[in-house]
Protein backbone atom coordinates (compact mmCIF):
# COMPACT_ATOMS: atom_id res chain seq x y z
CA UNK A 1 0.00 0.00 0.00
CA UNK A 2 1.48 3.34 -0.69
CA UNK A 3 2.43 5.78 2.13
CA UNK A 4 1.02 8.87 2.42
CA UNK A 5 3.28 11.63 0.41
CA UNK A 6 3.16 14.34 2.79
CA UNK A 7 4.97 12.66 5.80
CA UNK A 8 4.94 15.37 8.77
CA UNK A 9 7.71 15.12 11.52
CA UNK A 10 6.51 13.49 14.74
CA UNK A 11 3.95 15.91 16.61
CA UNK A 12 3.79 14.30 19.73
CA UNK A 13 7.58 14.86 19.64
CA UNK A 14 8.71 11.80 20.55
CA UNK A 15 11.85 10.06 20.21
CA UNK A 16 12.44 9.88 16.54
CA UNK A 17 11.97 6.63 14.53
CA UNK A 18 10.76 3.70 17.19
CA UNK A 19 11.88 -0.29 16.54
CA UNK A 20 7.76 -1.09 15.57
CA UNK A 21 6.09 1.41 13.45
CA UNK A 22 3.58 3.76 14.97
CA UNK A 23 0.25 2.15 15.58
CA UNK A 24 -1.28 5.76 15.80
CA UNK A 25 -0.70 7.12 12.09
CA UNK A 26 -2.52 6.37 9.20
CA UNK A 27 -5.55 3.69 9.52
CA UNK A 28 -4.11 3.50 13.21
CA UNK A 29 -5.40 7.06 13.62
CA UNK A 30 -9.07 5.62 11.77
CA UNK A 31 -9.28 2.57 14.43
CA UNK A 32 -8.78 4.61 17.41
CA UNK A 33 -11.49 7.10 16.59
CA UNK A 34 -13.83 4.34 15.99
CA UNK A 35 -12.48 2.64 19.75
CA UNK A 36 -13.14 6.57 21.03
CA UNK A 37 -17.29 6.58 19.63
CA UNK A 38 -17.37 2.51 21.01
CA UNK A 39 -15.82 3.88 24.26
CA UNK A 40 -18.27 7.25 24.17
CA UNK A 41 -21.36 4.30 23.63
CA UNK A 42 -20.45 2.00 26.55
CA UNK A 43 -19.32 4.13 29.09
CA UNK A 44 -22.38 6.30 28.87
CA UNK A 45 -24.80 2.90 28.27
CA UNK A 46 -23.03 1.53 31.23
CA UNK A 47 -23.09 4.86 33.11
CA UNK A 48 -26.82 5.20 32.50
CA UNK A 49 -28.03 1.62 33.51
CA UNK A 50 -26.00 1.04 36.69
CA UNK A 51 -27.34 4.51 37.74
CA UNK A 52 -30.69 4.03 36.67
CA UNK A 53 -31.36 0.28 37.10
CA UNK A 54 -28.67 -1.96 38.34
CA UNK A 55 -30.66 -4.41 40.10
CA UNK A 56 -32.26 -5.26 36.99
CA UNK A 57 -29.56 -6.98 35.50
CA UNK A 58 -26.57 -6.75 37.17
CA UNK A 59 -24.30 -9.15 35.69
CA UNK A 60 -25.57 -7.02 31.94
CA UNK A 61 -24.54 -3.97 33.62
CA UNK A 62 -21.52 -4.41 34.88
CA UNK A 63 -20.35 -6.11 31.90
CA UNK A 64 -21.32 -3.26 29.70
CA UNK A 65 -18.84 -1.16 32.43
CA UNK A 66 -15.97 -3.82 31.87
CA UNK A 67 -16.45 -3.33 28.13
CA UNK A 68 -16.21 0.63 28.14
CA UNK A 69 -13.35 -0.13 29.94
CA UNK A 70 -11.42 -2.21 27.62
CA UNK A 71 -12.34 0.32 24.97
CA UNK A 72 -10.62 2.84 26.62
CA UNK A 73 -7.37 1.48 27.64
CA UNK A 74 -7.24 0.30 23.99
CA UNK A 75 -7.96 3.48 22.68
CA UNK A 76 -5.36 4.93 24.81
CA UNK A 77 -2.97 2.27 24.12
CA UNK A 78 -2.96 1.95 20.52
CA UNK A 79 -3.12 6.09 20.84
CA UNK A 80 0.53 6.36 23.22
CA UNK A 81 2.18 4.23 20.05
CA UNK A 82 5.01 2.87 22.18
CA UNK A 83 6.27 -0.60 23.44
CA UNK A 84 3.98 -0.86 26.55
CA UNK A 85 1.06 0.64 24.56
CA UNK A 86 1.24 -1.92 21.99
CA UNK A 87 1.24 -4.68 24.56
CA UNK A 88 -1.83 -2.83 25.96
CA UNK A 89 -3.63 -2.30 22.73
CA UNK A 90 -2.52 -6.39 22.28
CA UNK A 91 -4.04 -7.39 25.99
CA UNK A 92 -7.39 -4.94 25.41
CA UNK A 93 -7.46 -7.05 21.39
CA UNK A 94 -7.73 -10.29 22.91
CA UNK A 95 -9.62 -9.87 26.02
CA UNK A 96 -12.62 -7.98 23.81
CA UNK A 97 -12.67 -10.24 20.93
CA UNK A 98 -12.39 -13.30 23.63
CA UNK A 99 -15.38 -11.32 25.32
CA UNK A 100 -17.23 -10.83 22.42
CA UNK A 101 -17.64 -14.58 21.27
CA UNK A 102 -18.12 -15.34 24.85
CA UNK A 103 -21.00 -13.25 26.13
CA UNK A 104 -22.73 -13.84 21.92
CA UNK A 105 -22.60 -17.60 22.84
CA UNK A 106 -23.85 -17.26 26.39
CA UNK A 107 -26.45 -14.33 25.60
CA UNK A 108 -27.72 -16.78 22.93
CA UNK A 109 -27.78 -20.10 25.07
CA UNK A 110 -29.03 -18.50 28.33
CA UNK A 111 -30.98 -15.57 27.82
CA UNK A 112 -31.82 -15.47 31.89
CA UNK A 113 -28.14 -14.14 32.14
CA UNK A 114 -28.69 -11.00 30.34
CA UNK A 115 -32.04 -9.83 30.39
CA UNK A 116 -31.15 -6.60 29.20
CA UNK A 117 -29.06 -5.97 25.89
CA UNK A 118 -25.33 -5.24 26.46
CA UNK A 119 -22.61 -3.92 23.79
CA UNK A 120 -20.91 -7.65 22.99
CA UNK A 121 -24.96 -9.25 23.64
CA UNK A 122 -25.41 -10.87 20.15
CA UNK A 123 -22.07 -10.62 19.12
CA UNK A 124 -22.68 -6.96 18.74
CA UNK A 125 -25.73 -6.85 16.74
CA UNK A 126 -27.03 -4.11 17.97
CA UNK A 127 -23.66 -1.94 17.26
CA UNK A 128 -23.82 -3.39 13.38
CA UNK A 129 -21.53 -6.22 14.45
CA UNK A 130 -18.70 -4.04 14.95
CA UNK A 131 -17.67 -5.10 18.49
CA UNK A 132 -17.10 -8.24 16.32
CA UNK A 133 -14.93 -6.89 14.32
CA UNK A 134 -13.41 -4.01 16.08
CA UNK A 135 -10.63 -6.31 17.77
CA UNK A 136 -10.31 -8.14 14.67
CA UNK A 137 -8.64 -5.43 13.02
CA UNK A 138 -7.00 -3.86 16.26
CA UNK A 139 -4.90 -7.41 15.99
CA UNK A 140 -4.43 -7.64 12.70
CA UNK A 141 -3.04 -3.51 12.41
CA UNK A 142 -0.72 -4.87 15.87
CA UNK A 143 0.67 -7.48 13.39
CA UNK A 144 0.91 -5.60 10.35
CA UNK A 145 3.08 -2.47 12.38
CA UNK A 146 5.12 -5.34 14.29
CA UNK A 147 8.09 -4.16 12.10
CA UNK A 148 8.94 -0.98 11.58
CA UNK A 149 8.59 0.64 7.57
CA UNK A 150 12.03 0.96 6.40
CA UNK B 1 -41.09 0.72 15.36
CA UNK B 2 -42.96 2.38 18.38
CA UNK B 3 -46.13 3.34 18.05
CA UNK B 4 -46.50 7.01 17.63
CA UNK B 5 -48.53 8.99 19.92
CA UNK B 6 -50.35 11.80 18.58
CA UNK B 7 -48.34 13.83 21.39
CA UNK B 8 -45.07 12.26 20.29
CA UNK B 9 -45.73 13.02 16.13
CA UNK B 10 -46.98 16.94 17.25
CA UNK B 11 -44.78 17.58 19.78
CA UNK B 12 -41.21 15.86 19.16
CA UNK B 13 -38.82 18.67 18.82
CA UNK B 14 -36.31 16.48 17.43
CA UNK B 15 -37.66 14.73 14.69
CA UNK B 16 -38.91 17.11 12.46
CA UNK B 17 -37.46 19.24 9.91
CA UNK B 18 -34.16 20.02 11.48
CA UNK B 19 -33.39 16.58 12.40
CA UNK B 20 -33.57 15.58 9.09
CA UNK B 21 -31.60 18.24 7.78
CA UNK B 22 -28.43 17.24 10.12
CA UNK B 23 -29.31 13.19 8.87
CA UNK B 24 -29.44 14.55 5.42
CA UNK B 25 -25.95 17.03 5.76
CA UNK B 26 -24.39 13.97 7.73
CA UNK B 27 -25.15 11.21 4.99
CA UNK B 28 -23.90 13.63 2.14
CA UNK B 29 -20.69 14.41 4.11
CA UNK B 30 -19.49 11.18 4.96
CA UNK B 31 -20.41 10.48 0.72
CA UNK B 32 -18.04 12.98 0.00
CA UNK B 33 -15.23 12.01 2.52
CA UNK B 34 -15.90 8.54 1.54
CA UNK B 35 -14.59 9.40 -2.23
CA UNK B 36 -11.55 11.32 -0.99
CA UNK B 37 -10.89 8.32 1.02
CA UNK B 38 -10.53 5.92 -1.97
CA UNK B 39 -9.28 8.72 -3.80
CA UNK B 40 -6.33 9.05 -1.68
CA UNK B 41 -7.13 12.20 -0.48
CA UNK B 42 -6.77 14.19 2.78
CA UNK B 43 -9.12 15.62 4.36
CA UNK B 44 -10.15 19.03 2.08
CA UNK B 45 -12.23 22.29 2.53
CA UNK B 46 -15.73 20.45 2.06
CA UNK B 47 -14.98 18.24 4.38
CA UNK B 48 -14.27 20.87 7.22
CA UNK B 49 -16.90 23.48 6.00
CA UNK B 50 -19.55 20.71 6.29
CA UNK B 51 -18.19 19.91 9.62
CA UNK B 52 -18.80 23.18 10.39
CA UNK B 53 -21.91 23.50 9.44
CA UNK B 54 -22.99 19.95 10.52
CA UNK B 55 -22.07 21.09 13.99
CA UNK B 56 -23.85 24.62 13.83
CA UNK B 57 -27.24 22.36 12.43
CA UNK B 58 -26.69 20.05 15.52
CA UNK B 59 -26.23 22.65 18.42
CA UNK B 60 -29.84 24.31 16.51
CA UNK B 61 -31.31 21.36 17.03
CA UNK B 62 -29.71 21.00 20.59
CA UNK B 63 -31.21 24.95 21.16
CA UNK B 64 -34.83 23.43 20.02
CA UNK B 65 -34.58 20.34 22.11
CA UNK B 66 -33.23 22.59 25.34
CA UNK B 67 -35.98 25.38 24.52
CA UNK B 68 -39.04 22.46 24.45
CA UNK B 69 -37.88 21.40 27.63
CA UNK B 70 -37.91 24.96 29.40
CA UNK B 71 -41.48 25.14 27.90
CA UNK B 72 -42.66 22.03 30.15
CA UNK B 73 -42.32 19.00 27.36
CA UNK B 74 -40.07 16.36 29.04
CA UNK B 75 -38.28 13.54 26.98
CA UNK B 76 -39.47 10.00 27.44
CA UNK B 77 -36.31 8.68 28.57
CA UNK B 78 -34.40 11.30 30.01
CA UNK B 79 -31.16 10.19 30.95
CA UNK B 80 -30.81 8.24 27.66
CA UNK B 81 -31.78 11.55 25.88
CA UNK B 82 -29.04 13.73 27.77
CA UNK B 83 -26.47 11.07 27.10
CA UNK B 84 -27.06 11.05 22.92
CA UNK B 85 -27.76 15.24 22.84
CA UNK B 86 -24.14 15.67 24.42
CA UNK B 87 -22.64 12.47 22.66
CA UNK B 88 -24.24 14.44 18.97
CA UNK B 89 -22.58 18.08 19.87
CA UNK B 90 -19.47 16.29 20.01
CA UNK B 91 -19.09 14.23 17.54
CA UNK B 92 -18.50 16.91 14.80
CA UNK B 93 -15.14 18.37 16.53
CA UNK B 94 -13.95 15.13 17.32
CA UNK B 95 -14.13 14.04 13.68
CA UNK B 96 -12.43 18.00 13.27
CA UNK B 97 -9.64 17.38 15.92
CA UNK B 98 -9.31 13.70 14.37
CA UNK B 99 -9.09 14.90 10.39
CA UNK B 100 -6.63 17.72 11.32
CA UNK B 101 -3.92 15.19 13.15
CA UNK B 102 -4.62 12.48 9.96
CA UNK B 103 -3.77 15.11 6.91
CA UNK B 104 -3.91 11.44 4.57
CA UNK B 105 -6.56 9.67 3.29
CA UNK B 106 -7.56 8.22 6.44
CA UNK B 107 -8.11 11.47 8.04
CA UNK B 108 -11.30 11.35 5.03
CA UNK B 109 -11.58 8.27 6.29
CA UNK B 110 -12.12 9.38 9.68
CA UNK B 111 -14.70 11.64 8.57
CA UNK B 112 -16.52 9.34 6.99
CA UNK B 113 -16.99 7.13 9.62
CA UNK B 114 -18.10 9.98 12.67
CA UNK B 115 -20.37 11.08 9.57
CA UNK B 116 -22.21 7.82 9.18
CA UNK B 117 -22.10 7.53 13.34
CA UNK B 118 -23.97 10.87 13.53
CA UNK B 119 -27.43 10.19 11.48
CA UNK B 120 -27.42 6.83 14.22
CA UNK B 121 -27.38 9.11 17.31
CA UNK B 122 -29.78 11.88 15.62
CA UNK B 123 -32.04 8.54 15.65
CA UNK B 124 -31.58 7.28 18.37
CA UNK B 125 -32.52 10.66 20.17
CA UNK B 126 -35.63 10.98 18.78
CA UNK B 127 -36.61 7.84 20.19
CA UNK B 128 -35.52 8.41 23.64
CA UNK B 129 -37.92 11.51 22.90
CA UNK B 130 -40.87 9.53 22.23
CA UNK B 131 -40.90 6.24 24.63
CA UNK B 132 -44.08 8.00 26.26
CA UNK B 133 -44.80 5.43 28.95
CA UNK B 134 -43.25 2.73 27.10
Known amino acids: ?150 | MPPMTSAAAAGSPVDGLLATTTIVLSLVLAGWALVAALRHRPPDRVQFVGLAVLEVALLALAVVALVALSGGERPGEPGAFFGYLVTLVCLPPLAWVLARMEPTRWGSAIVCAICLVTPVVVVRLGQTWEVLGG
Not at chain 1, 48 to 73: G, N, R
Not at chain 1, 88 to 98: D, H, K, N, Q
Not at chain 1, 114 to 121: G, I, L, R
Request: aromatic share 8%.
Open chain 1, 1 to 150: MAEPVGVRPDEAGGPAPAPRRATNKGPGRLLIAVYILFAIAATSRAGLQIATKFDEAPVAYLLSAVAALIYIVAAVGLGRAGHAGRRVALACCSVELVGVVAVGILSLADKELFPDETVWSGFGSGYGYIPLVLPVLGLLWLWRTRHATA
